[in-house]
Nanobody, 121 residues
Framework: QVRLVESGGGSVQAGGSLRLSCVAS?????VAWFHQAPGKEREGVAS???????TYADSVKGRFTISQDNAKNTVFLQMGSLKPEDTGIFYC??????????????????WGQGTQVIVSS
């Protein structure tokens, strides 16, 4: 069982920045961040393979950057140029299997509890 703990959420004004962190209890093959806006389905934002290689949703390209510190089993999501529509819960997800669809929720076995982000206009 892999435990994931997110942190770094908060309230910011539009155009601001936040850095989210996800600490895993052990190493995994892939880690991703998902965003769930109020009343909407959970959507993939960015993913990163432990050995390198990342994927981004079109909605965050150029604004968000995913990175990792493998020695600490930690993945970061640097979010910039935040918009009100980025408001919601951000979840960290991980899996030990390689495979396709890195931004699809079904692909992940392990999930964190989420961290809330509020972006005001």
């Amino acid at each position: 069982q892999v435990r994931l703990v997110e942190s770094g959420g908060g309230s910011v004004q539009a155009g601001g920045s936040l850095r989210l962190s996800c600490v895993a209890s052990q190493g995994t093959v892939i880690v991703a961040w998902f965003h769930q806006a109020p009343g909407k389905e959970r959507e993939g934002v960015a993913s990163i393979y432990r050995r390198g290689g990342s994927t981004y949703a079109d909605s965050v390209k150029g604004r968000f950057t995913i990175s990792q510190d493998n020695a600490k089993n930690t993945v970061f999501l640097q979010m910039g140029s935040l918009k009100p529509e980025d408001t919601g819960i951000f979840y960290c997800a991980a899996d030990r299997r390689a495979g396709s669809d890195p931004l699809r929720p079904y692909r992940y076995n392990y999930w964190g509890q989420g961290t809330q982000v509020i972006v005001s206009s």
